[in-house]
């Protein structure tokens, strides 16, 4: 399996909700990243998790909130959030540092709009 | 800080022509990785070829090659014999030690029938 996968691949919210994006891999590797991507720009790093514990929070307004629950599972819990928060969020996943190839799987993205 | 920069934001081939892509970045670093990302119109991104600074060699697989200039810092994406399905964005990313990713700014790349 060397697949990342992320649910909903669609979400429409508003302003007052509060809503989860889903992203999972089972191909054993021990980093996961979050992404935010508007259209035709690169993707900007939100977080990293590295053994299930965040090492890298690039200074994201706390009405994004990740969590990591287990190796294999990673959350961004969503609420308050701007229409400029509107983008493609990417999910990605690497093997963890040591290894010999430490390149990112991407997820499909969820394609997020903020009403 | 790293550095990624793409200089060509738009790009266009024929057809089974050859195109490159150029890259270039800023690192004090000695080892280090880096990557050609695509990301087609609409579809998920996906990894088309990467090289580890220590190797001289450059890095090929299939059709893409790359030209790495270690010392004038410098990842060029060579693609040959174009198709159709190459028509995508495409991201030169550089990973440090600490395994931080930094992504150009992306060149679009239109291939023409």
């Known amino acids: 399996d060397t697949e990342v996968t992320q649910t909903p691949k669609h979400l429409v919210m508003g302003m007052t909700n509060k809503k989860s994006l889903k992203c999972e891999q089972h191909?054993?590797?021990?980093?996961m990243y979050w992404y935010k991507q508007k259209a035709k720009k690169p993707p900007e790093l939100m977080f990293v998790?590295?053994?299930?514990?965040?090492?890298i929070n690039e200074s994201v307004p706390s009405r994004f909130s990740p969590e990591c629950p287990n190796s294999s599972l990673l959350n961004l819990h969503l609420h308050a959030l701007q229409p400029e928060d509107s983008a493609l969020y990417l999910c990605?996943?690497?093997?963890?540092?040591?290894?010999?190839?430490?390149?990112?799987?991407f997820g499909p993205g969820t394609r997020l709009t903020v009403t | 800080a790293q550095t990624v920069t793409q200089s060509q934001p738009e790009m266009s081939v024929q057809e089974a022509e050859t195109v490159t892509l150029s890259c270039t970045y800023d690192?004090?670093?000695?080892?280090?990785?880096l990557f050609w990302y695509k990301q087609p119109p609409s579809r998920q991104m996906i990894l088309v070829i990467r090289?580890?600074?220590?190797?001289?060699q450059n890095a090929t697989e299939n059709r893409f090659s790359v030209n790495f200039q270690k010392a004038a810092k410098s990842f060029s994406l060579k693609i040959s014999d174009s198709q159709l399905g190459d028509t995508a964005m495409y991201f030169c990313?550089?990973?440090?030690?600490?395994?931080?990713?930094?992504f150009g700014t992306g060149t679009s790349l239109t291939v023409i029938p």
């Open positions: 998790y590295s053994y299930e514990k965040l090492s």
């Open positions: 990313a550089f990973m440090n030690s600490g395994n931080q990713f930094y």
């Open positions: 690192t004090s670093e000695n080892n280090y990785y």
């Open positions: 990605a996943s690497s093997l963890s540092p040591g290894q010999a190839f430490y390149e990112q799987y």
């Open positions: 191909m054993g590797h021990r980093a």
């Open positions: 090289q580890e600074a220590y190797k001289q």
